[in-house]
């Protein structure tokens, strides 16, 4: 079984548990059926703790083990309010890196996980959890707005400076490859009456080099579920019925306060670069516009 934090509050059905305290650990363990294939990937079973900021993960594939993974907090490679992790077990293993985050009321959480690639191949996947049910706003409030930032991480390999040192004399060839981030910024809007949920990321560029910028993506209209999930099509912005990912999510906290989810990308810059094989793999927790600490954007909105 998944060994969680002692404070984690639900460990495997992550719908009916409750928290209230926004500090705690939210997680599940073997479960994660309510995220998608094409999302969670090779994301076996997640706990992370905001109280005491710690991550432990399972992934299925070549990550160092089979066992639950403590990944060690890595503040240096921070995307905007995301908070990094990293897992190597040794330098010819390949390189982890996650990017994860909790809603402001403590309602829901997300993040994303891959590593950098080698022999041709990569592991990652995403993840979002809520705690407590789905409270979603009265109707009559119209359309809710969620904005904020956006960090993803790709099979890019970056310019590195958190690899283990390989031995001297090492052919490049069984090296691993550090992870390049993404950040940008989210902006979604919701009917919660028609129960609908769609929006934009734009102003993505690759974090190591950010004169690399990335084009925008839409996703695209999709149904909430009656247990405030949504799981929806990715699309480049301008492209029109060319899916190029997925995406998903969960509504959390009192009148949906919060909404936090992943997304994933088949292809990172819409051969722009001529890259090849290129992956992303997004995370988004925002606060509802009106709430306190909303995104400045918000003040333009009714």
């Known amino acids: 079984m ?27 363990g073997g479960n994660l059926d309510h995220i998608p294939d094409a999302l969670k990937m090779n994301v076996e079973g997640v706990s992370y703790n905001a109280s005491s900021d710690t991550l432990v993960l399972r992934l299925n594939g070549v990550d160092g083990g089979p066992q639950d993974l403590t990944y060690r907090r890595n503040a240096a490679l921070d995307v905007a309010h995301y908070h990094a992790f990293t897992y190597q077990d040794d330098p010819l293993d390949r390189h982890f890196t996650a990017l994860v985050a909790q809603s402001t009321d ?62 001297a004399g090492t052919d490049p060839a069984i090296a691993p490859g550090q992870s390049s981030r993404v950040e940008g910024d989210i902006f979604i809007n919701v009917n919660f009456g028609d129960n609908v949920v769609n929006g934009s990321v734009y102003n993505r560029r690759l974090v190591e080099t950010p004169a690399v910028t990335l084009p925008d993506v839409v996703l695209v209209p999709s149904t909430i579920s009656s247990d405030g999930i949504f799981t929806g099509v990715v699309e480049f912005d301008g492209t029109v019925g060319n899916s190029v990912g997925s995406y998903g999510g969960i509504f959390g906290g009192t009148n949906a306060h919060s909404v936090a989810g992943t997304l994933t990308l088949n292809d990172v810059d819409n051969n722009i670069y001529n890259w090849t094989g290129d992956e992303e793999i997004g995370v988004f927790v925002l606060t509802q516009c009106g709430q306190a600490g909303d995104d400045p954007i918000c003040d333009t909105l009714n």
């Open 2 to 28: 998944f060994r969680t934090t002692a404070s984690l509050l639900c460990i495997l059905a992550f719908a009916g548990c409750t928290d209230g305290t926004g500090g705690g650990s939210i997680g599940s």
């Open 106 to 167: 403590g309602s829901v959480m997300a993040g994303a996980v891959a590593d950098g690639g080698q022999f041709n191949r990569y592991y990652g996947g995403g993840f979002f959890q809520r705690s407590g049910g789905f409270d979603a706003p009265p109707t009559a409030s119209g359309q809710v707005s969620y904005a904020g930032d956006y960090a993803g991480v790709t099979n890019i390999a970056g310019a590195g400076g958190n690899l283990l040192p390989v031995p």
